[in-house]
């Protein structure tokens, strides 16, 4: 591999059934990451494969008890599916480079259709979810039948719009899903937003109670900090009451 060149190495014996590839990198948000971590531990994925390139931040991520490279590809036995991520922003310079070397190993193995997860970030708590899709007509029917929405007009930055835009004018479709994502707390609820038009859109079955369990969680602390909020404030206008009374 020479100094310009970003390659994929396979570390294990595979079968690609015209998979459907979910993505998820760290970009404005972790959103998709979180995701792809997540589908990965749920539908029980094993990786597969790896990509070295100079502009892949040489570091080594601990994670399911193993050492391993940040950028990983998974699969699951059958085949049917594959999760690509990485931990680690790419260098500018070989977004190029790192989705060309992709691209070309995923036209091998022939995806049934590619779909990058993204944030769109916001402050505070959302209370509103819409899932958005950035797509061709032909592959957004599926998701506006879902309820998706169209994104309009977006520009998709990163490794995710480097290997859409490489994807273009290839036998690959590939589709956006983002959603509004809070970048000041943890926010499960976008994971499970995204996850729910994965399992109908793309007919999988990836468990959604841990994450039900964690937006109950969340909800639940939210309205109990409200609540001792309201709490604090009637109290201040009470004594403001009395002190106005009595002097």
């Known amino acids: ?53 100079v502009h892949i931040p040489p570091v080594t991520v601990f994670v399911g008890g193993k050492m391993r490279p940040p950028f990983r590809i998974y699969s699951n036995k ?30 091998r193995i022939s995806p049934s259709e590619i779909v990058v997860i993204d944030g769109i970030p916001e402050k505070g708590l959302i209370k509103e979810r819409t899932v958005y899709a950035a797509a061709e007509s032909t592959n957004f029917k599926k998701l506006s039948d879902l ?32 959603t509004l994502t809070s970048v ?7 994971v499970l937003s995204i996850i729910n038009v994965l399992n109908k859109a793309y007919k999988l079955s990836i468990g959604t109670e841990v994450l039900e369990e964690s937006v109950k969680k969340l909800q639940e602390q939210t309205n109990d900090i409200i609540n001792k909020f309201n709490e604090i404030q009637k109290e201040k206008g009470q004594k403001q009451t009395e002190q106005s009374i009595y002097g």
């Open 184 to 190: 000041d707390v943890p926010d499960p609820g976008a």
């Open 78 to 107: 059958e085949g049917t599916i594959m999760v690509i991520t990485c931990e680690v922003p790419i260098d500018d310079e070989g977004l190029y480079e790192v989705a060309s070397a992709l691209v070309t190993w995923l036209e």
């Open 147 to 178: 309820g998706v929405e169209s994104a309009g007009s977006a520009i998709i930055s990163g490794i995710g719009g480097a290997l859409i835009n490489e994807s273009l004018g290839k036998k690959i479709n590939a589709v956006s899903l983002m």
């Open 1 to 53: 591999m020479n100094e310009q060149d970003a390659q994929v190495i396979e570390i294990d014996k595979f079968q690609a059934k015209n998979p459907l590839v979910i993505l998820g990198f760290v970009e404005n948000t972790t959103l998709g990451l979180l995701t792809a971590s997540y589908v990965i531990e749920e539908a029980n994925l094993h990786q597969i494969a790896q990509i070295k390139s």
